[in-house]
């Protein structure tokens, strides 16, 4: 018996289809999410969490505006370095990006706090450092689909997120948002949004502004275009 070998169309080839990239379980990315946002609420006790003064300066100033309503800090007696005289009373001199965050923070915890406390604040830099974890993840996987997870690993545990900025309330984790954002939408090529999450950025920490200058000149140097100096600027 003689075999005789099947026809193809004229032009068809037989090419190997590339190999799918692994997939993972449905519930491994929001497993492994959880798990990082465990490690940085966990990680550190929280009795040393938000005793700085430089903590405070933020902290207090949140709370004390939902509480009050007012930022004048004349009756919060409790000589913090980092509060000033004005002609307008007693202020923090903490950017008010930073201590926008902590009142929002402060504003969602208020039926649970009696007085102020600590947590809120520091809960603010754990969820903030978290999200930033996973948008860097997720711009990643943008890029190259299989990185997400080495992102989340290697930014989320590999690096001083995880040490520093979800330990306390410093300026690291909210601005580390902002840019993480703004990075994120590059990506999408949408350099409007990106220049709006990197003024909101600046305004929490200014250096962040010469980040977004650099940004912005790299993308017109690489597009030949005024166009995202201008629009991301």
């Not at 002609?87 to 903490?94: A, C, H, Q, T, V």
């Amino acid at each position: 018996m003689v075999l005789t070998p099947t026809r193809q169309k004229r032009g068809a080839s037989e090419k190997v289809p590339p190999p799918k990239p692994p997939t993972t379980g449905r519930w491994t990315r929001p497993v492994i999410a959880v798990a990082v946002l465990a490690i940085y609420a966990l990680a550190f006790p929280s009795a040393s969490r938000g005793k700085i003064e430089d903590i405070e300066a933020t902290s207090i100033p949140a709370w004390h505006f939902v509480e009050t309503g007012s930022w004048d800090l004349s009756t919060q007696e409790r000589g913090n370095l980092w509060f000033v005289e004005t002609d307008r009373g007693l202020r923090s001199n903490r950017t008010p990006g930073l201590i926008a965050s902590a009142t929002f923070g402060y504003a969602l915890t208020a039926p649970f706090t009696d007085g102020f406390e600590d947590w809120p604040g520091t809960a603010v830099a754990v969820v903030t450092a978290w999200l930033a974890v996973l948008v860097v993840a997720a711009t990643a996987d943008r890029l190259k689909k299989g990185l997400w997870l080495p992102a989340v690993v290697l930014f989320g545990l590999g690096t001083a997120t995880w040490s520093v900025s979800s330990g306390q309330l410093w300026p690291h984790a909210p601005v580390q948002l902002t840019i993480a954002i703004a990075v994120y939408y590059l990506a999408r090529e949408r350099n409007l949004t990106a220049g709006l999450a990197l003024g909101v950025g600046v305004i929490m920490r200014p250096a962040v502004i010469l980040f977004g200058f650099g940004l912005a000149v790299i993308k017109g140097v690489q597009e030949r275009s005024w166009r995202p100096v201008l629009t991301i600027g």
